[in-house]
T-cell receptor, first 114, second 114 residues
Framework: NAGVTQTPKFRVLKTGQSMTLLCAQDMNHEYMYWYRQDPGMGLRLIHYSVGEGTTAKGEVPDGYNVSRLKKQNFLLGLESAAPSQTSVYFCASSYSSVGNTEAFFGQGTRLTVV | AQKITQTQPGMFVQEKEAVTLDCTYD???????LFWYKQPSSGEMIFLIYQGSYDQQNATEGRYSLNFQKARKSANLVISASQLGDSAMYFC???????????FGTGTRLKVLA
């Protein structure tokens, strides 16, 4: 069972470089999310998607873009990386119905911007 | 707006003892779900337990139970008979019926002492 898979697991970027983080899920979930985790701040929502072709902003969207061209994939882009974007990034997915539907998480991507 | 508050940055507990991790929440949604996740040092997010706002009984999953007090807007996690493997970061999260998003607290780092 693959579940939610994030690529890559680690990355070091120089300030100003761009990159794309890929999230893939094989559970046919409608909803997908990108979070960042920073010490003492918990998980903060960057962007999310409620279905193929849709995206929406979360709490901390500045400096990031996303796309969901296929239901199973959710991409997070950094156009011009900044040191403030050094963080651990988590992708998650869930079913659309409210209730006992927990979010399933990928293993995380540790990004360092120097 | 929805908010999750975890006021205990760190906790210690003796092995085999019980421990309570605090979580309070704020929402205007009439229906919502409350979740607890465990994050060990390896970094993955592990779902532990769920409580629905209309559930009459407190949720239990093995050694985990959720002390749900709706009037006080609290959803504390109780871990009974603590084990060394319980040492981890614990996050409380909420998802309302009117939103697609999971909102997380800042987490509590639990250390179990031998």
């Amino acid at each position: 069972n693959a579940g939610v898979t994030q690529t890559p697991k680690f990355r070091v970027l120089k300030t100003g470089q761009s990159m794309t983080l890929l999230c893939a899920q094989d559970m046919n979930h409608e909803y997908m999310y990108w979070y960042r985790q920073d010490p003492g701040m918990g998980l903060r929502l960057i962007h999310y998607s409620v279905g193929e072709g849709t995206t929406a902003k979360g709490e901390v969207p500045d400096g990031y873009n996303v796309s969901r061209l296929k239901k199973q994939n959710f991409l997070l882009g950094l156009e011009s990386a900044a040191p403030s974007q050094t963080s651990v990034y988590f992708c998650a997915s869930s079913y659309s119905s409210v209730g006992n539907t927990e979010a399933f998480f990928g293993q995380g991507t540790r990004l360092t911007v120097v | 707006a929805q908010k999750i508050t975890q006021t205990q940055p760190g906790m210690f507990v003796q092995e085999k003892e019980a421990v309570t991790l605090d979580c309070t929440y704020d929402t205007s949604d009439p229906s919502y779900g409350l979740f607890w996740y465990k994050q060990p040092s390896s970094g993955e997010m592990i779902f532990l337990i769920y409580q629905g706002s209309y559930d009459q009984q407190n949720a239990t999953e093995g050694r985990y139970s959720l002390n749900f007090q709706k009037a006080r807007k609290s959803a504390n996690l109780v871990i009974s008979a603590s084990q060394l493997g319980d040492s981890a970061m614990y996050f409380c999260a909420m998802r309302g019926s009117g939103t697609y998003k999971y909102i997380f607290g800042t987490g509590t780092r639990l250390k179990v002492l031998a």
